[in-house]
């Protein structure tokens, strides 16, 4: 029998349905801040204009030249901090080659009160402290732990298997399936034996970046199998799953595209929502 689809959509819909009237009442803006011509990037900016748009929120796309110096865009970071119509902004992700190795300068640079990408050490190190302390999360594991609550998805006392541990996604979701009381492994490059979690994982979320790493000799019979990867094949979106393989072996699964996807996007307006709440408190 055929998995389960969770669609990402009407969950997504759903969650930027019950930001609506916060969002009439508090009026937040949100700034995408873009460096250079990446395709991957105006697409993704583009839905997030678009989604802006459809909640009636306030939104702004800068749009630096590739050849923007790290002092330009460290000022450009500085007058957003500054600018108290700005509630909240990003810094889209990849920058330019010449500008890689500063990432972290500038996630540093970003004040932690309007970092709605979560990517700062101030609200990751928050999260470790419990659900309640989760103000401002990474926007892709708030989609993906949004998107299992959508579908009543069990999370308490279940095996949990993390594949990737990067800052953005794997890291942040191992802590918040923790903090929802599952048991959690992260594997990664260095992992021995990967099959050997997997197979024993209710919950599988794969976060690598690797087109069909994960078969379906992979995955326990019956699991939910949530799929963060994007990969592009022959000029289409894949995720790190073998989609129609796993979903003759599991209970639900995500589709890529169209299953994370749109919880990062309403992920990162309900940010920018909790930060214009909180810098109204701090008042």
């Known amino acids: ?18 930001l609506k009237a916060d969002i009439k009442k ?28 459809a909640v009636g929120m306030r939104s702004e796309h800068k749009h630096l030249p590739e050849k923007t110096t790290l002092e330009e865009l460290m000022a450009t970071v500085n007058v957003l901090n500054k600018d108290p119509d700005v509630t909240g902004f990003i810094v889209q992700l990849p920058l330019p080659k010449h500008l890689e190795s500063h990432v972290p300068d500038v996630i540093k640079a970003i004040d932690p009160m ?5 990517f700062g050490a101030y609200n990751l190190g928050k999260m470790f402290l419990s659900p309640e302390f989760e103000h401002l999360p990474p926007a892709t594991p708030a989609g993906v732990i949004e998107l299992l609550k959508y579908y009543k998805i069990e999370i308490a006392g279940k ?3 993390v594949l990737g541990r ?10 918040m399936l923790l903090n929802r009381g599952a048991t959690v492994s992260v594997c990664h490059s260095q992992t021995k034996d990967i099959a050997s979690y997997t197979k024993n994982a209710d919950l ?29 094949v022959d000029g289409k979106l894949a995720g790190d799953v073998d989609f ?19 919880m990062t996007v309403a992920s990162l307006i309900r940010n920018c929502v909790t930060a214009k709440k909180r810098q109204l408190e701090a008042l």
């Open 159 to 161: 095996n949990a298997v």
């Open 204 to 232: 599988l979320f794969s976060a690598v970046g690797k087109a069909k790493l994960v078969t379906n000799d992979m995955v326990k019979p019956r699991a939910v199998v949530i799929d963060i990867g994007v990969n592009r």
């Open 114 to 118: 309007k970092d709605v990408d979560g």
């Open 166 to 175: 990067s800052n953005i996604v794997g890291k942040p979701l191992a802590v």
């Open 26 to 53: 508090l009026d937040p803006k949100l700034v995408v801040v873009q460096v250079g011509e990446d395709p991957a990037s105006a697409s993704y900016i583009k839905k997030k204009i678009e989604s802006c748009a």
């Open 1 to 18: 029998m055929s998995a389960a689809l969770l669609l990402g959509k009407p969950a997504a819909d759903a969650l930027l349905h019950s």
């Open 244 to 262: 129609d393989a796993v979903s003759e072996v599991a209970s639900a699964i995500t589709p890529v595209p169209g299953g994370v996807g749109p």
